[in-house]
């Protein structure tokens, strides 16, 4: 029997959890299916911050923001390449969406300093309870969520989406008639084929994310004619151990933001240190193996704090993940690259500063443009190997600010939508920290409001 819903959401993240639930809240008959066993994709993977302005959260801790900062931020840093018109989407539903979150229960921590911000805007939730408030959200209202039910192709009747098809936990095919489809699949970082044909860079990364992240969603889309944004500017993230125990997947540290620097395996600088991390990244699989070492000094271990992940050293160093030694020279010798060629770029690293010079890549700070550089003379000495990782590609197909799927000519295909990390243009060259899950809340939210009002 061939099943029918006003709303049909394919993927269980953020994004699509945020669809299927206003989507029931406004009264559609609503199923939403996701290929895993259980719901979260990336999201629920993910460092959890959150990047909102204005909200209550920074008025508590003095932080003056507003969303004309926000959007300087989002264009700034996306060097002017994002489509304007999601961007504003953003900026003007940021308030309303934060405020429907913290409605279903979500808490936000205290606002943190993150890339790309010039104000601490992001703010952590526990992202697990966040997207299980919306899903039961939208099953109290009606919705059915379907676990290891896969969305394999979409369903055309005439000129519109009609439906899709999809596989259910047994392997059975199953066709499900839907006046609108939400694709919130996610990105792709787990697959190595689509990343070879899109990002042949990141060959060398780490690949990380949700298992189910494997680029469904554009695939089916770019089938119907989607056209595709913001694929050029896919980067890896900077600071992971190369060969992550599960604890560690995904996750790094930044030792390079407290005052290290980062060689390559001849010992020598590649990059200013300062840069933002997915700069780094991409500086860092350049280099040999597309491996890099940052090296530091006690002062640096000593800010080591268990509140900010990227900068927990200890917990690093008693696990054996980091390396200790008195001189440079053994620290060299534990991580395999040559002791005089460290010994001598500490050298010429720490003249610069005793110089008051910025060094030849023009490091002048610790991150950013805040923080005085270090010089690295205090032992003990630590290292540790670390390379780039592919969390989120940041890149998909194009949609107008109403979550409706655009092909390659800019014309809307009718009753296809998307939201989340599976569209592309909201960014454009460049990621500010935050607004990945800040996009799939808003976007989800929109496209739940706009597939309901389009299929009713
Ligand atoms: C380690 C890590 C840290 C991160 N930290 C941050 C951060 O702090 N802040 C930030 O803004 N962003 C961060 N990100 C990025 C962010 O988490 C993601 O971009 C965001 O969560 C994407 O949400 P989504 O709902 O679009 O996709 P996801 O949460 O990935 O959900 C997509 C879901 O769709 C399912 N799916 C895929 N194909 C199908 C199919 N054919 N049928 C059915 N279901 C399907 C998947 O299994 C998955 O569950 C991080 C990512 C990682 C990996």
Not at 35 to 48: D, H
Not at 395 to 423: C, H, K, M, Q, S
Request: proline share 5%; with cysteine; glycine share 14%.
């Amino acid at each position: 029997m061939t099943e029918r819903f006003d709303v049909a959401v394919v993927g269980g993240g953020l994004a699509g959890a945020s669809a299927a639930a206003t989507a029931a809240e406004r009264g559609a008959s609503v199923l939403l299916l996701e290929k895993n066993p259980t719901p979260g994709g990336s999201t629920v993977l993910s460092s959890g911050l959150n990047a909102y302005a204005g909200t209550d959260e920074q008025a508590a801790a003095g932080v003056t923001d507003d969303v004309e900062l926000l959007r300087r931020d989002l264009l700034e840093v996306g060097g002017h390449r994002n489509d304007t018109a999601l961007v504003d989407a953003y900026c003007r539903e940021q308030l309303a969406t934060y405020r429907w979150l913290r409605g279903h229960g979500v808490v936000f921590g205290a606002p943190l300093a993150a890339s790309g911000q010039s104000v601490p805007r992001s703010h952590p939730v526990d992202t697990a309870a966040m997207v299980e408030a919306l899903l039961r959200v939208a099953t109290s209202r009606g919705a059915e969520v379907r676990y290891r039910w896969a969305a394999r192709r979409l369903e055309v009747t005439g000129d519109r989406v009609s439906g899709l098809r999809a596989i259910d936990r047994d392997g059975a095919e199953h066709l499900v008639r839907a006046g609108a489809v939400v694709l919130a699949t996610g990105g792709f970082s787990r697959s190595p084929a689509l990343l070879n044909r899109f990002a042949p860079r990141m060959a060398k990364a780490v690949k990380a994310g949700g298992t189910g992240n494997t680029g469904d969603g554009l695939l089916m889309a770019c089938k119907l004619g989607a056209g595709l944004a913001d694929l050029p500017y896919i980067k890896a993230t900077f600071g992971v151990f190369p060969w992550p125990s599960p604890a560690e997947e995904g996750h790094g540290l930044l030792a390079v933001y407290k005052g290290a620097i980062a060689v390559n395996g001849h010992g020598e600088r590649f990059t200013d240190e300062s840069l933002p991390y997915k700069q780094i990244g991409d500086a860092c699989l350049a280099q040999p193996e597309g491996i890099a070492f940052q090296i530091f000094d006690a002062p640096v271990l000593a800010t080591s704090t268990p509140d900010v992940p990227i900068y927990n050293f200890e917990p690093r160093l008693r696990g054996g993940l980091i390396q200790r030694a008195d001189t440079l020279e053994e620290l060299a010798d534990l991580l395999g690259i040559p002791g005089d060629r460290l010994r001598a770029t500490v050298g010429d690293y720490n003249a610069r500063i005793a110089a008051g010079e910025p060094d030849r890549f023009g490091r002048r700070t610790l991150s950013g443009g805040v923080g005085e550089r270090r010089p690295i003379v205090t032992p003990p000495f630590y290292g540790y190997p670390c390379t780039a990782v592919m969390l989120a590609t940041y890149a998909g197909v194009t949609v107008d600010a109403e979550t409706r799927v655009l092909d390659v000519f800019g014309d809307p295909i009718p009753g296809l939508y998307a939201a989340g990390e599976v569209t592309g243009g909201f960014h454009g060259a460049g990621y500010v920290t935050g607004t990945s899950l800040g996009k799939s809340a808003i976007f989800g939210r929109i496209a739940g409001i706009t597939a309901y009002q389009e299929a009713a």
